[in-house]
Structure formats: structure tokens, C-alpha cells
């Protein structure tokens, strides 16, 4: 008899859940709390590995629940741009295929990847994690670039958080062989047995929030979650605290006490994420 109980009351929510799923996620909100059973403050399990792709320069993936984000970093040498000879630059690309999710479609990058792109770029120049004049070899003749893929493998909502850490973990597994260039033949001349890590200046993290009914504010938002709120809200910060970027497309207004909670949040969401990131790089360097 319980059996059969319990089984009807999981329809019972299942139906609710489809039928009406806003009124399902405010009978949790009221209550404090969310249909995964999380606290409207607390993230999901975050777990990172590094090194992941053995082809590739530097390499990280990233899972926040089910959200999964592998990052694969590419450098290559090229000519630097006339207007900074002394530089060379990274190339974020996000991809959002239909293996993720449901929601996207085969074909050119879409809104949501454009943007996200667009996001991890400005996030790069902000926070200047790199600097460009550490990937130039010969000031107006040779640089670095850095192709930094992201994609999504499973999108279960909060990507930017997913593809900063993967990103940041990436820029730091990531060697670059040793460079000189021949004085006669003016020709780039590699040697793939020295190789030396890309510099990291500063250690980025981002905390995604979405807010419903204009006023309850949550952290980590799921897909569905994103999908029945009225706001999408990241802060990036660094180690010392700095805000390096705000990210708010759209949507209803917050209060500045609101806005600076999340800063407050987003501050002590960066620590964990270099505490992990640290953590992680330790136990390949053991294992090797």
C-alpha cells in the first residue's frame, strides 16, 4: 500500500511539474528551497579535471551538476597585428551543439553561443588573467596565439561559471614549446623538448544568479530554473576582490543591496574555485 502511494504522489508532483512548473518551483521558493533540495545560496558539486585532451596544448573539464564543459587550448605561432606589434591574443570560442541539449539546433553558432563567446572574451581582457605582452616572441614579427575551444557537452543550465573554471584550469595545464628565431633565415625555429607554462596574472571566477517574481534571488540556476526566472545576473571577481565584470542581459531590475550580495557571494564563490583549481593541478603534477 505505501508502495503504491508514494508512486502516486511522484505522478502527482511529475504532472504538477510539467503542467504548471512555476507555480511547481514557488511552492519550493516560499519554503526556502529548490526542487533539487538545494538552499537558494548553495551551488551544486563542482568537480574539475585537467588534462583531459592529451592532443591538445592545455586542457580542463568542468562538470556543476550535470552542466559539462570541456575546454581544449591550441597555440599557435602567426604574425601580430600592425596596431600591437608587442602582442600577441587569445581566441575564446564557445560552442553550444545539439548533443548538449535539446534546445539547439545543427548549423552556425547560435545567440546564446555568440554571447557566451563574447562574454569570455571581455572576461579575458578584464581581468587581464593573461597578459598579451607574455605571448609575443619577436616584437612586430612573431607572437602566440591561443585558440581557446569551449564546448558544451551536457547544458543543464549556469554555462558562463562552467566555461570561466574550465578556461582558467585550461590557461594553467597549458605549455608552450620554447622559440627563436634564426637570425639568417628570419625563421621561426621550435623546440617541442622545452617547454615553460603561460604566466597566469590573476584567477577569474564567476557566480550566476537568476531572480523570480523580481525578487527572490538563487544561485547556480539550472536550465529549467533560467527558463522561469525574470533575470540573469554573473559576477566575475579575482583574488584580490575585484570585480572584473558584471553581466546582466536584460530582464528586471535588482537593488543595490541585492547587486552587492551577489558581489559578496561571487568574492567567496572565487576562493573555492582557486582552492579547486589548485587542488586538482597539485594532484597531476603527484601523479606524474
Known amino acids: 500500500m505505501y508502495g503504491v502511494v508514494m508512486f502516486l504522489l511522484c505522478c502527482f508532483h511529475l504532472t504538477y511539474r510539467i503542467a504548471e512548473p512555476l507555480e511547481y518551483h514557488r511552492s519550493f521558493l516560499k519554503e526556502n528551497c529548490r526542487p533539487d533540495g538545494r538552499e537558494l545560496s548553495e551551488f551544486r558539486t563542482t568537480t ?3 588534462g583531459s585532451i592529451s592532443t591538445a596544448d592545455g586542457s ?24 600591437a606589434p608587442g602582442k600577441g591574443y587569445i581566441v575564446p570560442n564557445v560552442d553550444l551543439p545539439p548533443l548538449c541539449s535539446s534546445r539547439f539546433r545543427p ?5 546564446q553561443a555568440q554571447a557566451a563567446s563574447q562574454f569570455i572574451a571581455d572576461v579575458i581582457e578584464s581581468s587581464e588573467v593573461i597578459k598579451a605582452e607574455d605571448l609575443c616572441v619577436d616584437r612586430g614579427k612573431l607572437c602566440w596565439v ?21 578556461l582558467l584550469a585550461a590557461l594553467k595545464n597549458t605549455q608552450l614549446p620554447e622559440v627563436t628565431v634564426n637570425k639568417e633565415t628570419c625563421s621561426p625555429e621550435v623546440n617541442l623538448e622545452k617547454r615553460q607554462r603561460l604566466r597566469i596574472h ?13 525578487s527572490i534571488l538563487i544561485v547556480d540556476p539550472t536550465a529549467e530554473e533560467e527558463s522561469l526566472s ?26 543595490r543591496e541585492k ?11 572565487q576562493r573555492e574555485i582557486h582552492k579547486l583549481i589548485d587542488k586538482v593541478l597539485d594532484s597531476v603534477k603527484t601523479a606524474k
Open 48 to 50: 574539475l579535471n585537467i
Open 60 to 83: 580542463a573539464l568542468v562538470k556543476i551538476g550535470n552542466t559539462t564543459i570541456i575546454c581544449g587550448i591550441k597555440a599557435e605561432l602567426a604574425n601580430p597585428t600592425a596596431d
Open 107 to 111: 548549423g552556425p553558432p547560435g545567440e
Open 146 to 166: 591561443l585558440y581557446c575551444d569551449i564546448m558544451c557537452l551536457d547544458y543543464d543550465g549556469n554555462i558562463l561559471d562552467a566555461c570561466i573554471i574550465a
Open 202 to 214: 590573476k584567477h577569474p571566477a564567476s557566480a550566476s544568479f537568476c531572480v523570480f517574481d523580481d
Open 230 to 255: 525574470t533575470a540573469h545576473l554573473t559576477v566575475v571577481t579575482d583574488e584580490e576582490g575585484r570585480l572584473c565584470s558584471v553581466h546582466k542581459p536584460g530582464g528586471s531590475s535588482l537593488s
Open 259 to 269: 547587486l552587492q550580495d551577489c558581489i559578496t557571494r561571487a568574492t567567496a564563490r
